[in-house]
């Protein structure tokens, strides 16, 4: 009998005799199932957090921010900033000529959550009528857009859906003034999606500002950032910072997504080493329930490998059970589930997907359980001293 | 308590087992504690928040100001005791991500809301003469190396100076502590009226207000007062008491609740499972000697507490050192969410020792209705 022969028949013979250890069997596969299903909804969540941002971003699109300013939120830019901004080599042409740039003002209103009235805000932004120029995933889908000029204001889905008091016609109190929802607009539910859009002259006047926040342009091709970046950058009547749309928002993500990237590594880590232990006991007993048969085999002239292969294989296909297990009931309760996550300033309503590349992660971090859960207990198995294990019958 | 023995060498039969479940029930009830302790810090902060000062901040959002010109209407207010305020500046030092919590104050109101502040009566003074001086927190001090006598240039995010100087210089004139400890206290605090006549914009603006009431159950009457006057106006206010604010704040961030109460779920229903498991397996294993003791005239009882006895050392213990575990983490782990100096709350001690109490008991019910129907005679002979 050769050594894959021997391997075959043992593992073979292990597979079979699983169902009499049902339950400590089960141990194994509902441990893991916990971390996994754990792991895959923490990190699932904070993926879309994630993609939710970094899709916002364009490569061929460009954030100019004063120099300093860490985002949107605290920057300002005055007017005549603007108009270098919007002259400099490299920014598109809509067809009428203009600059395609939309240098836009940014403040925020708090709304209440349709489910349970907590508040959280939300950005409001105006824009330049070119911004939808420049941002073409931005597709009006219910309504019409804003009048330059009126108190109109568009809203994304996501947040639509999300907070109450921004369904078409609805009254929103701004700044001592009335705005109408007039719109509902999508965006691939991109962080545009968690915003509310309005006439940047428009909201400028009825805060009495003079700055904007920031300028977003649309660079005649991918190629053409360095040549923007290094006008802005070394003209000395600006003081700016300019980035890449996507480099920009991938920044926003890694502010966003470390402090959840350690909760899931650490929740996740913990439950993992319990799911060890649950492992190794349930991995330790089945060796002992099978002592007379391992000597019986051994005494017959199997080698060590066979045993120890089947040990393993026992173990690794209990994990595997378990993580698709974890990762099934994950999918199940979460995926396509929204996630509002807010603060006073800002809110991002987002969908959550449980991806197979994230089912990809939880087999992995089973597989490790499973496998060192497997490898003392085969080594046990391997070196039970024979005769004595057959005195036990 | 003299099957204590009895119930200890049980525990020891299999040592292996009992000290891997032993690790699992720590290991679960270490991230029970860590992730309650996180929740229940929170709700004890809440607790502690004050319910007679107000916060007055723009109705529309926080990110909103409010005109200086309402410090004296809301003094006027029947029931305010005293009113504050505070701009915010949005201070940096040298670098962006060097950001440093910076508030423009009148720093006698300021120190009159807060009666809990530390600050040396030399220090008041100082700041009342020094135009650019600044008080600056115990925690900021030690994490910075500033003393007093230092002068630090602060760039802010968002204002800009009418001198077209690049940074804000402040004289480093006090140190402040606050309270007990438990509130950090890393913020730089500079006179307002300097803040205001240097910067380009936002002229005449605060960021909020505290307002302190003498009357705790007259919170919401007095701050419906504060909101109505300021109603149909261009800068309408909310008024909350501080502990409602802190409620408030918290429910913003939305979904989070949800997934920690899922996990502390998921933990616990493997956990039980786990420790069900094995406690059978151990009864099982010893069903000939739990015959033998019925036949030397142990009853049921006695038997069935010998079970429910071992699984509760065994969860209750590992609990025990699972929460310590957490309990020594949580310093650590209360820093990186940023709400450092709070102790380990008592109750989740409590809580982690009422929890595996259940979770022992749930799980040796099974094995206990076994021994409760076991047939001597058959258990003896090995059927």
């Known amino acids: 009998m050769s050594v894959f022969q021997q391997i075959g028949a043992v593992v073979g013979m292990n597979m079979q005799s699983i169902p009499r250890r049902l339950g400590t069997s089960c141990v194994v596969v509902i441990g893991i199932a916990g971390v996994v299903g754990v792991v895959v909804s923490i990190f699932g969540m904070n993926r879309s957090l994630g993609e939710a941002l970094v899709d916002s971003g364009r490569p061929n699109r460009a954030v100019v921010l004063r120099n300093g300013s860490d985002g949107e939120g605290s920057s300002t830019l005055l007017t005549d900033a603007v108009a270098t901004i919007k002259d400099a080599p490299g920014v598109a042409r809509t067809p009428r000529g203009d600059a395609a740039a939309t240098a836009d003002m940014i403040t925020t209103a708090n709304f209440k959550r349709r489910k349970d009235g907590s508040a959280a805000g939300l950005p409001v932004r105006g824009v330049e009528p070119q911004a939808f120029f420049v941002r073409p995933e931005i597709r009006l889908v219910d309504g019409r857009l804003f009048n330059p000029g009126l108190r109109e204001l568009i809203v994304g889905r996501a947040a639509q859906k999300e907070f109450s008091g921004l369904d078409i016609g609805d009254h929103i109190s701004l700044r001592n003034s009335q705005w109408t929802v007039v719109g509902v607009f999508e965006s691939g539910g991109d962080v545009n999606e968690s915003r509310v859009l309005a006439d940047q002259a428009t909201l400028m006047s009825a805060y009495g500002r003079t700055a904007t926040s920031s300028v977003t342009v649309l660079l005649t091709s991918e190629s053409a950032f360095d040549e923007f970046k290094q006008a802005l950058t070394t003209n000395p009547t600006l003081s700016v910072s300019v980035e890449r749309e996507n480099d920009y928002y991938l920044r926003q993500s890694k502010n966003a997504t470390t402090f959840f990237g350690f909760v899931a590594t650490f929740v996740g880590g913990v439950m993992a080493l319990g799911a060890l232990f649950a492992a190794l006991n349930t991995m330790y007993s089945a060796v002992s329930t099978r002592v007379v048969e391992i000597a019986t085999l051994r005494a017959i002239g199997f080698g060590a490998t066979g045993v120890v292969t089947s040990v393993l294989v026992e173990s690794l296909s209990l994990a595997l059970l378990g993580a698709l297990l974890g990762a099934g009931v994950a999918w199940a309760l979460f995926s396509g589930n929204t996630i509002s996550l807010g603060n006073a300033t800002s809110s991002l309503v987002f969908q959550m997907h449980v991806t197979p590349s994230l089912l990809g992660v939880g087999i992995a971090w089973a597989l490790v359980v499973g496998l060192v859960g497997g490898l003392f207990p085969a080594w046990r198995a391997a070196r039970l001293p024979v005769a004595t294990a057959l005195r036990a019958v | ?383």
Request: proline letters at 4%; charged letters at 20%.
């Open chain 2, 1 to 383: 308590m003299k099957y204590l023995p009895l119930v200890w060498a049980g525990l020891w039969r299999k040592p292996v087992r009992s000290i891997l479940t032993l690790l699992s029930v720590i290991v679960a009830f270490v991230l029970f504690g860590v992730m309650h302790g996180v929740t229940a810090a929170i709700d004890d902060i809440i607790n502690t928040m004050s319910d007679t000062r107000l916060r007055i901040q723009s109705k529309v959002s926080i990110a909103e100001p409010l005109p200086i010109a309402y410090l004296a209407r809301i003094e006027s207010v029947k029931g305010v005791e005293g009113v504050g305020y505070y701009a915010w500046f949005g201070g940096y030092y040298q670098d962006p991500r060097n950001q440093i919590s910076t508030g423009a104050v009148d720093v006698d109101r300021l120190h009159a809301m807060f009666p809990e502040l530390e600050l040396k009566d030399e220090y008041a003074a100082a700041m009342r003469t020094t135009r650019n001086g600044a008080l600056i927190g115990r925690d900021l001090a030690a994490a910075r190396g500033w003393k007093i006598g230092d002068k630090i240039p602060l760039k802010s995010t968002v204002y800009m100076r009418k001198d077209r100087a690049p940074d804000w210089d402040f004289e480093i004139v006090g140190i402040y502590g606050f309270g007990d400890g438990k509130v950090p206290t890393n913020e730089l605090w500079f006179n307002y009226a300097y803040f205001d006549e240097a910067r380009t914009f936002g002229n005449g603006t605060v960021s909020l207000y505290f307002a302190k009431i003498a009357d705790p159950s007259r919170s919401g009457p007095i701050s419906e007062s504060i909101d109505q006057l300021f109603a149909n106006s261009t800068f309408e206010t909310q008024t909350l008491n501080e502990r409602d604010w802190l409620r408030g704040r918290i429910a913003q961030i939305g979904d989070m609740q949800f997934f920690v109460n899922a996990i502390i779920a998921a933990v616990l229903f493997t956990l039980l499972i786990l420790t069900g498991n094995t406690m059978m397996q151990s009864v099982r294993e010893r069903i000939p000697e739990l015959a033998v003791l019925k036949t030397y005239g142990f009853s049921n009882g006695a038997i069935m507490s010998l079970v429910f006895g071992e699984a509760l050392l065994l969860c209750v213990g590992a609990a025990g050192i699972g929460v310590g575990i957490a309990a020594g983490l949580s310093p650590m782990i209360y820093r990186e969410i940023g709400a450092g100096g709070i102790s380990f709350p008592l109750s989740v001690v409590v809580a982690g020792i009422a929890v595996s109490a259940v979770v022992a008991i749930l799980s040796s019910l099974p094995p206990a209705r076994r021994v409760q129907t076991l047939n001597v005679v058959d258990a003896l002979a090995g059927r």
